[in-house]
DNA sequence: CTGTTAGCGCTTTCAA
DNA sequence: TTGAAAGCGCTAACAG
């Protein structure tokens, strides 16, 4: 593998008695080359197994035809189907695609980011992890002329171009609809409240109680619950109040919410007539529980391919970096049997 | 951000009076340069905001420290956890990963190749597409210098590292399991053959019944029920035979398996008792379904932590790129409801 | 310990 | 239309 000797231009162009700047301009299927050359340039090229480096391609014009995109955890439906979105879109514009992942840690979101900068990637696509402590990081991408979207978790005091989805009012329509069937004590299952979202989705559940003229019960309001084992946590306890609530609204996660149904089934309480429950980001299985999940999806694939094509509109644009758009992705309430109350 | 001037090593080198080659040197932790200058350097690198242009560094050195993974689909659970474990290992070597997904398509997966080629990858893993044809271009990544190591979706015929499932295996057990249960007329669900690991999912079934000298019988075995819904149509042709099978290995997927599943409830037919249900990869749908689905795990995150080690351990031996050593990993038999007629 | 020099493979002026 | 030459930013061999 060391002493591995590429064909390299230079081959091609002794092999033809031709110049490296005419190889070049064939490859790189420029105007400036009669056709007779440009075919004898490729035919060769194949016949020699020719490959471009495109390190010292890119060296050579300064960027890198990549993108680079950071998430927590790409084994979460959410974060791949999101890259999966942006894959389908980037690989037909011939970009490659950096992929890592910060496992929650920001010391590890800021190695990633750095890797990312020394790779000269042309634009970086993150959504922070739930450790984001501070944006220097984010700033420095930046400073490096590096394009930055923000996606989904977002550090919201920072102007670039983000895509989100509208957290607050996809919460509000979920409870909003579980006070419709009927239910009167909702609970809420909160997330990490220095993340945006969690934020967001916190708000969107006291705006459908005010709205509705119910009074917040702050024992109704659990923190951190963002696993399914949290969740399930969270629920005996409430359960176990002298005035139990009669709905969850597992804001953080379907696994959250999954964890209340199996302690709700444990516990013989029947779903939805004597608790309801909803959760967060139709994850496959939600359909297949019995009963199935009412949730909400956040059409993770439109959010990818969102993300890519903002990059390249932009990109084309040859705007500055630091833009400061925020498009909306409209998350849908997947109304299921677990918070249908009314029709049973 | 096309005039963005980058901080290299010669504006710290003019800076501080001193030679370019000293800055490598304390960038890259070199024993040749006094701890005074070293921190010197290290400071206005700081000061100045320096990052490593990685492209210029991977081009003089002649390689990447950068692995790329390619695969059908990230957005799938096995896929996904195999990456996971990839990434784990190559994080800590200071390694980045370039993903791509072929969609399961054949020329997407030659694209895919190229690029990483073309990037100067230290090494590619693949596991390949469906539509899997011919194997010149993983030759290629091989006659470029380039490590190769497939998983789970193996070419057989060519000589490589390659990282398995003990499919027939664990076929056979899953198949013997059911046998053992009472099962008599065990229905297949097969995926395309062209794939190795469909071909061994099939021997260990066939294996399954000679051994317990059962005799196969060919309506029972349905070809490419690799989906939820053709594993639906299978089953619906299957239970309208005039002797219905008493248990289906959707060998495949457990997606086809929950096809399977959503059939047989609908039909009114008791799961495990009159259907026995077998699918394949441990989703995580699997356990909540009810009944609880019985199937295999491929220990995915384990197969990517040892793909990963693989290279490393072979790298630094510095042997040939065309090795050839298969690591199985055992998956494992997770016995659920689905199958378990024993103990109703 | 530090400086000088060359060159990784490519693209891109500028000349011819 | 082609060639010559320079240089992207870095590392590494060689001298001093």
Redesign the interface.
């Known amino acids: 593998?060391?002493n591995?000797k590429?064909t390299t231009i230079y081959d091609i162009a002794k092999k033809l008695n031709l110049n490296a700047s005419s190889v070049s301009r064939a490859l790189n299927n420029d105007s400036n080359i009669s056709e007779v050359t440009k075919k004898l340039i490729l035919d060769t090229a194949r016949e020699l197994?020719y490959?471009?480096?495109?390190?010292?391609s890119?060296?050579r014009r300064?960027h890198?035809r990549?993108i680079g995109v950071i998430v927590p955890?790409?084994?979460q439906?959410f974060f791949?189907?999101v890259?999966?979105g942006i894959?389908e879109v980037t690989?037909k514009k011939g970009y490659?695609?950096?992929?890592?992942?910060s496992n929650e840690s920001y010391e590890?979101e800021v190695?990633c980011v750095?890797?990312l900068?020394?790779?000269?990637v042309n634009c970086i696509v993150i959504s922070v992890s739930a450790d984001f402590k501070e944006d220097t990081h984010l700033k420095?991408i930046v400073?490096?002329?590096?394009?930055l979207i923000q996606f989904d978790r977002v550090a919201d005091n920072l102007d670039t171009y983000k895509v989100v989805n509208n957290n607050e009012q996809a919460s509000m329509e979920a409870v909003s609809h579980m006070i419709k069937e009927g239910y009167k004590r909702i609970a809420l299952l909160e997330g990490p409240q220095n993340l945006n979202i969690f934020r967001q989705r916190k708000s969107g559940y006291l705006a459908a109680l005010k709205k509705h003229g119910i009074a917040v019960i702050p024992e109704l309001i659990i923190e951190n619950a963002w696993t399914k084992e949290l969740g399930a946590a969270a629920t005996r306890k409430l359960l176990s109040l002298t005035q139990p609530p009669d709905a969850i609204f597992a804001s953080t996660s379907d696994f959250s919410a999954?964890g209340v149904l199996e302690i709700a089934t444990k516990m013989n309480i029947p779903v939805p007539e004597t608790l309801g429950i909803c959760g967060y980001s139709n994850?496959?299985?939600t359909e297949?529980?019995?009963p199935a999940i009412t949730t909400i999806d956040q059409h993770s694939i439109t959010m990818g391919q969102t993300i890519a094509n903002l990059y390249f509109d932009e990109a084309g644009s040859?705007t500055?970096?630091l833009g400061n758009k925020v498009i909306n992705i409209q998350p849908e309430l997947i109304i299921r049997k677990s918070t249908s109350k009314c029709n049973v």
Chains 1, 2 share one sequence.
């Open positions: 593998m060391k591995h590429r197994n490959k471009q480096n495109s390190l010292a890119n060296l300064g890198n990549t955890h790409i084994n439906n791949a189907n890259i999966a894959e690989y490659s695609l950096i992929i890592c992942q590890r190695d750095n890797t900068i020394n790779q000269h420095s400073e490096h002329g590096i394009k999954l994850e496959a299985f297949i529980t019995s040859g500055e970096s």
